[in-house]
Every structure is written in C-alpha cells, then in structure tokens.
C-alpha cells in the first residue's frame, strides 16, 4: 500500500482484526499502512519500503518482535520501533525497550492512543531545527545532527535515548523525577509507567560508560553533573 503524507509506518501484527483497526486510525492520521502478519516478511520489508516507523507485535510466531527488532539494530537500522504485547509482563516489554525499541503498548490499547504514540517517536526522530549543542560531563549531544558522544568517542542511540540524554545535560545539575522525565521526553506521564526511564538511563549509562554524567537520586530521579 503507497504511502500518504506523513510516511509509511509498517504494522507487523497476526491478529488481523487488530492490524485492520490499527492501520485504519494510522491512515484517518495521515500515514500509509503496509501490514505484514509474518516476522521474516515484515524484516524483508522493512529493508525494501523502509518506513518511517514501525509497530511491532512482540508474538510473533516464527521469528517474533524482539528478533526483528535485534535484527534491524544489528544492521544498523534506527527506524522508530514501537512495540505492542499481550503479554502483561513488565520484563518482556523492558527487554524490548533494552534491544532499541522506543515505546511500547499493552493490549488491548486504543488506536487512537496508537497514532498518537507513532507521532511522538516520530518527533523525537525527526530532531529540532535549532542550531545546539550541550555537553555534560564526559557526554556530549549536537541536537541539530542528532549525534552523542562519549568522550571522543560518538555513540549510537535510539530517538528516546537521544531525547533523554539531551534533556538531562540541557539541565546540568538540576534533580529530575521519573515523572518529570517521563512527560518531558515521552510526551505523557504515568501511562508508561516510571521503571521505563529507569531502563533508558542503564542503557545510557551502558552506551556512555566512564563518560556518563548521569546520577541517581535515591528516591526521586536522576540528575546530569557536570563533573
């Protein structure tokens, strides 16, 4: 299916009922649809159509949502991938935030709550046109490229990793909450619950090593020192 507007967001989903509804909001959105039921297709059309995101049902029979999205990260692919579970296990969708995945929802969801997901990966990839540059500590983001670096050093982040790390150093030294990271990168609250930042500030600190500035606060949030 040719894409509209906004782009084309592949929907990769066995259930057809629920790709039909999906995709049916995504286009009322302005985006193209293309929908694929089975894991090794959709990786074969993610490398052919190369949509501007992805959602990504975790149960996949076969090759199911974690190794597609393994599979696009280990080739370099940072497409936008949000996935969805039926599975009302915080470890599963924690392991798909941990492989590069930017968001998540649990079925049953609202597709309108969907779109609106799709659109706010989609603006933390697209990026900002201001002209900036912030470092803190041994970390360093240029917000017009959307590049990081640790130390000398330039590392690969997902969009949410990238917004993360960008709204901590751009407030060096400054006590943020879990809920107020949430709202600020996420763009909603509570809905994705606390433990997801707490898993994109380990991947941070994993990716930026020595070079991380990042602190906790016990018993409130994290914190970006400059040294």
Do not use: N
Not at 21 to 39: I, K, N, P, Q, T
Not at 44 to 67: F, W, Y
Not at 125 to 150: I, L, M, N, Y
Not at 178 to 185: I, P
């Amino acid at each position: 299916m040719g894409s509209a507007g906004r782009g084309l967001v592949l929907v990769v989903e066995d259930e057809a009922a629920i790709a039909e509804l999906a995709a049916m909001y995504l286009r009322r959105d302005g985006f193209g649809v293309h929908v694929e039921a089975d894991g090794a297709a959709a990786l074969a059309t993610v490398r052919r159509l190369k949509p501007v995101a992805v959602v990504l049902d975790i149960g996949l029979s076969g090759m199911d949502g974690i190794e597609i999205c393994k599979a696009m990260r280990a080739a370099g692919d940072w497409t936008p991938v949000l996935f969805v579970t039926a599975r009302d296990d915080e470890l599963d969708r924690l392991l798909g935030l941990e492989i590069g995945a930017d968001d998540y929802l649990t079925k049953p969801f609202s597709p309108r709550e969907l779109a609106a997901r799709v659109r706010t990966v989609l603006r933390r990839a697209s990026g900002t046109p201001a002209s900036e540059t912030f470092e803190c500590g041994g970390a360093r983001v240029d917000v017009t490229s959307r590049r990081a670096w640790a130390g000398d050093a330039e590392i690969t982040l997902t969009s949410t990793e990238f917004d993360l790390l960008t709204y901590l150093v751009r407030h060096p030294g400054r006590v943020l909450s879990r809920d107020q990271l949430l709202s600020a990168v996420w763009g909603y609250a509570a809905a994705a619950g606390t433990r997801t930042v707490d898993v994109h500030v380990a991947q941070l600190r994993a990716k930026l090593g020595v070079h991380s500035p990042i602190r906790t606060v016990r018993g409130i949030g994290y914190a970006a020192d400059a040294g």
